[in-house]
């Protein structure tokens, strides 16, 4: 693998709230590699949406604060900088892309207006050449007419279209690094695949980094070299893609493939379920945050938090028992009792 | 039965424990508690609506002078015009009257025709504005259009000749009178704001539930939608509640509410203004019924404040 | 608009094959767009759903997939009258109205009256989608179950709430937890409310409008499979309305695919799935990822140009035609391909259907 991009360490995210502190990223570490694409799995709660807020530091104070963590992109602290030298990476270096396009973009502007914007804030280019970098970056995302579509207002775009344009302004500015947070989840399947393909063509092209975070594991299982599951705010599983699917160590892993409906098998018997819902992270209990849901959970779960391992090759896992649970009857068969 | 999820053994304990859920139900007025006892000022605000009810209610029984006496001391001589002391804490009036009395009763009047007005409003604006959001079409544009008819109404102007219209009416009620008027004036804004909350209830997916379970258009609307637009009818009716007490003493200001000897906040202090450009230096004629005012109209504010805080099912602690 | 609508043969109107629950045939729903403020007059129609027919039999589920604005929750509620059909049949087989056992009537919903429909509505139930908006969040657990109850005067209050724990039970859930609101519960148990609700007047006829496509993947199994166990347990006959095509093929036993207002094919599951015919059922399913790298590192996907033309001003012909990547012009872009049946049980849209294997 080559050289690490961005390396997070020890990341907690927590939020004051009426009912308490929400502790929705509750020490984290991962590495992002160059052009490397990084799929974060995880259910809603799982903390994955604000890792990716926590890199852009677009944390909003006072609710919600960085409570420990370093997160070193490209050799610097991005917890570190000042303001302004962060807003010079944001949109720059790293870019993100959201999940509803419709509220990313302002109502009130062009198209056009906010791409140029976008270019003229980053790079130092007079406002000529940033419409036709404006043009040529839609060009890139297979709109048509990109020349015409400058004047459109977000709301005369489909979804998708919406969508393109928001991976136009994040790619226009050549990031290492792009977020896509659910970036295809508001879109139809047909769209989606669309969106999904362009992304992959783009990011190889300029060998830019993705930190691609969705709920659904078929859409990584195509475009991901390593997946990162996460569970209630921390770490259950890393590792390549291939690994994670075909031998996972953690139970939450498992239970999710094994929940899945596929398009290409038909599953006579009843679909392993996990029971249950995600636990509230106002004073979670301690141990292992799955316990309550988990089959295999045994005393330890309970009481003692199960640290990351490293099972070699990148592969790492948050559970006392891994690797020797026999997962095989979750990811596929029927639950038995 | 088939499994259901049922983890072995200890059964709906652990299957709750795995739902995250708590132990002990939270209702809805438990939660709805929690969030006003934490909004202080409307607590405080609460706490001194709740006085100046008790007394305007209990007036009768409190030691106090009649308000519409002409009160005399040991040698036969009325006492107007006694700044504060000891024996009146608020002074008399040019008539010698109690003002302390005056300002507990005159509260009875004020508070009388504002809750009337609160009531009014929120009958016939819900009743209007569900109707109206419920059923839509021609019904829809008939009532707003009438609706829009009202609050194109220039308010004052039509309340003062209104007023003194219905003054020679209800001669001796002028109190309902007013209630009556500014129900009718100030209805408009609450019929628009519960219809368009209807219009957006009515497309929920639970009234559609109702829908598919058969109930009628009268259960719809009474039992599934209503409810769900509580809030902004309690805080527009509050609101209208400050406002009503407000142009009733701007209507007896100008001489067209409540009769005098009568006591009403609005008129003792128009009195009182009269009296004080008049050189007369009795400036606890205008205070006392003008502090009175603002802090009853401050106070039901805030509470429509802290209940609209309370009431919001956005900031219900909501499980995702 | 009689020309703009599919037919597929069906029986004779009011005489349907024994096993067979309900019938569609060539229901079409406009949504008129208005304008004015006195008088409003329709400047235009979002033709929502433009003449489809099918029929479900009892005890089968069949499965409406298609993508937004296909038409296929429109088709769903006016299945259940919940909307007011445009024009169309929707036949149902119901229990005879004198309650001898056994003995059935067909009764034509888009067309019964009131008190018809009534007694229809303790037949049929629904199943929404998002169970945050599908419970009054003012109402207790028990009083949102037991509210179809009420609405028939079915039992005292006692009656009720014995009844309601019992649903409890059934769906899974705690039967102590009736006294409380809708807010204290997880997605799951919520949609587990919702299911609930629907068994409490035991219908024969179910309607699931996306139960699952709102819950976190987790929780998605634990309900397909309250679903499949309920039809073991009461003998359900469901319409499974989705967007999904990996759940439609877990959970369905025959399934029609829905493209801008019109069925573009209809099969039995395996089918379908194994010989689609229809170009955007390719398109469609090669789309879907599969939750395996080796899968889809060798997959060949289907790449649709473009996106789904407005309802209100549909294409001509096909409607399909313009992002088809088989379309032969003018043909599909003048002539409305039927739904005829190209090989036993297996109808298709098409004026060039082929089989192809995309999954």
Same mark, same amino acid.
């Given at each position: 693998?080559?050289?690490?991009?961005?390396?997070?360490?020890?990341?907690?995210?927590?939020?004051?709230?009426?009912?308490?502190?929400?502790?929705?990223?509750?020490?984290?570490?991962?590495?992002?590699?160059?052009?490397?694409?990084?799929?974060?799995?995880?259910?809603?709660?799982?903390?994955?949406?604000?890792?990716?807020?926590?890199?852009?530091?677009?944390?909003?104070?006072?609710?919600?604060?960085?409570?420990?963590?370093?997160?070193?992109?490209?050799?610097?602290?991005?917890?570190?900088?000042?303001?302004? /030298?962060? !807003? *010079?990476?944001?949109?720059?270096? %790293?870019?993100?892309?959201?999940? &509803?396009?419709?509220?990313?973009? =302002? #109502?009130?502007?062009?198209?056009?207006?906010?791409?140029?914007?976008?270019?003229?804030?980053?790079? /130092?280019? !007079? *406002?000529?050449?940033?419409?036709? %970098?404006?043009?040529?970056?839609? &060009?890139?995302?297979?709109?048509? =007419? #990109?020349?015409?579509?400058?004047?459109?207002?977000?709301?005369?775009?489909?979804?998708?279209?919406?969508?393109?344009?928001?991976?136009?302004?994040?790619?226009?500015?050549?990031?290492?690094?792009?977020?896509?947070?659910?970036?295809?989840?508001?879109?139809?399947?047909?769209?989606?695949?669309?969106?999904?393909?362009?992304?992959?063509?783009?990011?190889?092209?300029?060998?830019?980094?993705?930190?691609?975070?969705?709920?659904?594991?078929?859409?990584?299982?195509?475009?991901?070299?390593?997946?990162?599951?996460?569970?209630?705010?921390?770490?259950?599983?890393?590792?390549?893609?291939?690994?994670?699917?075909?031998?996972?160590?953690?139970?939450?892993?498992?239970?999710?493939?094994?929940?899945?409906?596929?398009?290409?098998?038909?599953?006579?018997?009843?679909?392993?379920?996990?029971?249950?819902?995600?636990?509230?992270?106002?004073?979670?209990?301690?141990?292992?945050?799955?316990?309550?849901?988990?089959?295999?959970?045994?005393?330890?779960?309970?009481?003692?938090?199960?640290?990351?391992?490293?099972?070699?090759?990148?592969?790492?896992?948050?559970?006392?028992?891994?690797?020797?649970?026999?997962?095989?009857?979750?990811?596929?068969?029927?639950?038995?009792? | 039965?088939?499994?259901?999820?049922?983890?072995?053994?200890?059964?709906?304990?652990?299957?709750?424990?795995?739902?995250?859920?708590?132990?002990?139900?939270?209702?809805?007025?438990?939660?709805?508690?929690?969030?006003?006892?934490?909004?202080?000022?409307?607590?405080?605000?609460?706490?001194?609506?709740?006085?100046?009810?008790?007394?305007?209610?209990?007036?009768?029984?409190?030691?106090?002078?009649?308000?519409?006496?002409?009160?005399?001391?040991?040698?036969?001589?009325?006492?107007?015009?006694?700044?504060?002391?000891?024996?009146?804490?608020?002074?008399?009036?040019?008539?010698?009257?109690?003002?302390?009395?005056?300002?507990?009763?005159?509260?009875?009047?004020?508070?009388?025709?504002?809750?009337?007005?609160?009531?009014?409003?929120?009958?016939?604006?819900?009743?209007?504005?569900?109707?109206?959001?419920?059923?839509?079409?021609?019904?829809?544009?008939?009532?707003?259009?009438?609706?829009?008819?009202?609050?194109?109404?220039?308010?004052?102007?039509?309340?003062?000749?209104?007023?003194?219209?219905?003054?020679?009416?209800?001669?001796?009620?002028?109190?309902?009178?007013?209630?009556?008027?500014?129900?009718?004036?100030?209805?408009?804004?609450?019929?628009?704001?519960?219809?368009?909350?209807?219009?957006?209830?009515?497309?929920?997916?639970?009234?559609?539930?109702?829908?598919?379970?058969?109930?009628?258009?009268?259960?719809?609307?009474?039992?599934?939608?209503?409810?769900?637009?509580?809030?902004?009818?309690?805080?527009?009716?509050?609101?209208?509640?400050?406002?009503?007490?407000?142009?009733?003493?701007?209507?007896?200001?100008?001489?067209?509410?409540?009769?005098?000897?009568?006591?009403?906040?609005?008129?003792?202090?128009?009195?009182?203004?009269?009296?004080?450009?008049?050189?007369?230096?009795?400036?606890?004629?205008?205070?006392?019924?003008?502090?009175?005012?603002?802090?009853?109209?401050?106070?039901?504010?805030?509470?429509?404040?802290?209940?609209?805080?309370?009431?919001?099912?956005?900031?219900?602690?909501?499980?995702? | 608009?009689?020309?703009?609508?599919?037919?597929?043969?069906?029986?004779?109107?009011?005489?349907?094959?024994?096993?067979?629950?309900?019938?569609?045939?060539?229901?079409?729903?406009?949504?008129?767009?208005?304008?004015?403020?006195?008088?409003?007059?329709?400047?235009?129609?979002?033709?929502?759903?433009?003449?489809?027919?099918?029929?479900?039999?009892?005890?089968?589920?069949?499965?409406?997939?298609?993508?937004?604005?296909?038409?296929?929750?429109?088709?769903?509620?006016?299945?259940?009258?919940?909307?007011?059909?445009?024009?169309?049949?929707?036949?149902?087989?119901?229990?005879?109205?004198?309650?001898?056992?056994?003995?059935?009537?067909?009764?034509?919903?888009?067309?019964?009256?009131?008190?018809?429909?009534?007694?229809?509505?303790?037949?049929?139930?629904?199943?929404?989608?998002?169970?945050?908006?599908?419970?009054?969040?003012?109402?207790?657990?028990?009083?949102?179950?037991?509210?179809?109850?009420?609405?028939?005067?079915?039992?005292?209050?006692?009656?009720?709430?014995?009844?309601?724990?019992?649903?409890?039970?059934?769906?899974?859930?705690?039967?102590?937890?009736?006294?409380?609101?809708?807010?204290?519960?997880?997605?799951?148990?919520?949609?587990?409310?919702?299911?609930?609700?629907?068994?409490?007047?035991?219908?024969?006829?179910?309607?699931?409008?996306?139960?699952?496509?709102?819950?976190?993947?987790?929780?998605?199994?634990?309900?397909?499979?309250?679903?499949?166990?309920?039809?073991?347990?009461?003998?359900?006959?469901?319409?499974?309305?989705?967007?999904?095509?990996?759940?439609?093929?877990?959970?369905?036993?025959?399934?029609?695919?829905?493209?801008?207002?019109?069925?573009?094919?209809?099969?039995?599951?395996?089918?379908?799935?194994?010989?689609?015919?229809?170009?955007?059922?390719?398109?469609?399913?090669?789309?879907?990822?599969?939750?395996?790298?080796?899968?889809?590192?060798?997959?060949?996907?289907?790449?649709?140009?473009?996106?789904?033309?407005?309802?209100?001003?549909?294409?001509?012909?096909?409607?399909?035609?313009?992002?088809?990547?088989?379309?032969?012009?003018?043909?599909?872009?003048?002539?409305?391909?039927?739904?005829?049946?190209?090989?036993?049980?297996?109808?298709?849209?098409?004026?060039?259907?082929?089989?192809?294997?995309?999954?």
């Amino acid at each position: 693998m080559s050289e690490p991009l961005l390396q997070v360490s020890n990341l907690r995210t927590f939020f004051t709230t009426e009912e308490g502190i929400v502790r929705a990223v509750d020490g984290l570490s991962f590495t992002i590699h160059k052009g490397e694409k990084f799929g974060v799995v995880g259910e809603s709660g799982s903390g994955k949406s604000v890792t990716a807020l926590s890199i852009m530091r677009l944390i909003e104070a006072p609710a919600g604060e960085i409570v420990t963590g370093e997160i070193h992109f490209k050799g610097q602290d991005l917890l570190r900088l000042g303001d302004e /030298e962060m !807003r *010079k990476i944001r949109g720059a270096q %790293i870019a993100m892309i959201f999940q &509803d396009p419709m509220t990313a973009l =302002n #109502p009130v502007y062009t198209i056009g207006n906010q791409l140029v914007e976008t270019i003229m804030l980053h790079q /130092e280019v !007079r *406002k000529s050449q940033a419409v036709d %970098i404006g043009i040529q970056a839609l &060009d890139d995302v297979h709109i048509p =007419n #990109p020349k015409v579509r400058m004047d459109d207002y977000p709301h005369q775009l489909s979804g998708g279209m919406r969508q393109r344009v928001m991976i136009a302004m994040g790619l226009s500015c050549n990031p290492d690094l792009l977020i896509a947070d659910e970036p295809t989840t508001a879109l139809d399947v047909t769209t989606q695949a669309q969106i999904l393909h362009l992304m992959l063509e783009l990011t190889e092209e300029r060998d830019t980094a993705v930190m691609l975070i969705t709920h659904d594991l078929g859409v990584v299982a195509g475009f991901c070299d390593n997946i990162q599951v996460m569970y209630a705010g921390r770490l259950a599983e890393r590792g390549t893609t291939d690994f994670i699917f075909d031998n996972t160590f953690h139970p939450y892993t498992a239970g999710l493939l094994g929940s899945m409906t596929r398009l290409d098998e038909v599953r006579e018997e009843r679909l392993y379920s996990i029971r249950g819902a995600p636990p509230s992270l106002i004073n979670p209990s301690n141990g292992c945050r799955f316990t309550p849901r988990c089959d295999f959970a045994q005393d330890i779960c309970g009481s003692k938090t199960p640290l990351p391992r490293e099972f070699g090759d990148g592969h790492w896992a948050a559970c006392h028992f891994a690797p020797d649970l026999d997962l095989s009857r979750v990811k596929r068969a029927e639950r038995v009792g | 039965m088939t499994d259901r999820n049922l983890p072995p053994g200890d059964g709906y304990a652990a299957l709750d424990e795995a739902e995250g859920l708590t132990v002990e139900p939270v209702t809805q007025w438990q939660l709805f508690r929690s969030r006003f006892v934490r909004h202080r000022l409307a607590m405080m605000a609460a706490v001194v609506l709740g006085i100046i009810l008790a007394l305007a209610l209990f007036a009768d029984f409190l030691p106090l002078e009649n308000p519409t006496d002409q009160l005399e001391d040991d040698n036969g001589r009325i006492v107007n015009l006694l700044s504060p002391r000891a024996e009146y804490w608020f002074g008399t009036d040019e008539l010698g009257q109690d003002v302390l009395s005056r300002v507990i009763y005159g509260g009875r009047t004020s508070l009388t025709v504002a809750v009337l007005t609160g009531l009014m409003v929120a009958t016939f604006g819900t009743l209007v504005g569900s109707i109206a959001g419920y059923y839509g079409g021609w019904i829809d544009t008939l009532l707003m259009r009438f609706t829009d008819l009202i609050l194109s109404l220039p308010l004052l102007p039509v309340a003062i000749v209104a007023a003194a219209w219905l003054r020679e009416a209800f001669r001796g009620r002028e109190a309902l009178s007013l209630a009556i008027l500014l129900g009718t004036l100030l209805w408009g804004t609450l019929a628009r704001i519960v219809r368009a909350e209807f219009l957006s209830l009515r497309e929920k997916e639970f009234v559609e539930a109702a829908r598919a379970a058969g109930a009628r258009d009268r259960r719809i609307i009474f039992r599934h939608i209503l409810p769900n637009a509580l809030s902004p009818i309690i805080v527009n009716a509050t609101l209208v509640i400050g406002l009503a007490i407000i142009l009733e003493a701007a209507l007896s200001f100008l001489g067209f509410g409540v009769r005098p000897p009568e006591p009403a906040w609005g008129a003792m202090a128009a009195n009182g203004g009269r009296l004080a450009v008049g050189g007369s230096g009795a400036w606890w004629l205008v205070l006392f019924p003008s502090v009175a005012l603002i802090v009853t109209v401050l106070s039901v504010n805030f509470l429509g404040d802290g209940l609209r805080d309370a009431l919001d099912p956005t900031q219900t602690i909501e499980r995702r | 608009m009689t020309q703009d609508t599919q037919t597929q043969d069906t029986d004779n109107p009011i005489q349907m094959p024994p096993e067979r629950l309900l019938q569609v045939e060539n229901l079409v729903k406009h949504f008129p767009i208005t304008q004015g403020i006195f008088f409003r007059k329709q400047i235009a129609a979002v033709q929502a759903v433009s003449g489809i027919s099918f029929h479900i039999d009892r005890g089968e589920t069949f499965g409406i997939v298609g993508e937004s604005g296909c038409g296929k929750s429109t088709t769903a509620r006016c299945v259940l009258r919940l909307l007011e059909p445009t024009s169309g049949k929707v036949l149902y087989r119901a229990e005879s109205s004198d309650g001898s056992s056994g003995s059935h009537e067909i009764i034509d919903i888009a067309s019964a009256n009131k008190a018809e429909l009534r007694r229809l509505r303790r037949e049929m139930q629904i199943v929404f989608q998002d169970p945050y908006a599908s419970l009054n969040p003012r109402m207790t657990v028990a009083s949102i179950i037991a509210e179809p109850l009420v609405v028939h005067g079915i039992g005292d209050t006692a009656d009720r709430i014995e009844r309601v724990k019992e649903l409890l039970k059934v769906v899974g859930l705690n039967p102590e937890h009736t006294n409380r609101y809708p807010h204290e519960f997880s997605g799951g148990q919520r949609q587990r409310i919702g299911v609930a609700r629907a068994l409490a007047l035991n219908p024969a006829f179910m309607v699931l409008d996306e139960p699952v496509s709102a819950l976190d993947v987790s929780i998605q199994a634990q309900v397909l499979n309250l679903m499949g166990d309920l039809q073991d347990e009461f003998g359900l006959t469901y319409l499974f309305i989705a967007h999904d095509l990996s759940v439609v093929r877990h959970v369905c036993d025959r399934v029609g695919v829905m493209y801008l207002g019109r069925m573009a094919e209809v099969a039995d599951r395996d089918t379908l799935y194994e010989r689609p015919m229809h170009p955007y059922t390719h398109a469609l399913m090669s789309a879907v990822p599969i939750p395996d790298p080796t899968i889809e590192r060798n997959r060949r996907r289907i790449i649709l140009e473009g996106d789904i033309p407005s309802p209100i001003n549909p294409p001509t012909g096909c409607r399909f035609n313009t992002r088809c990547p088989r379309a032969e012009f003018p043909r599909c872009s003048e002539e409305i391909p039927a739904l005829k049946e190209v090989e036993p049980d297996h109808w298709v849209a098409c004026h060039f259907p082929e089989v192809k294997q995309v999954v």
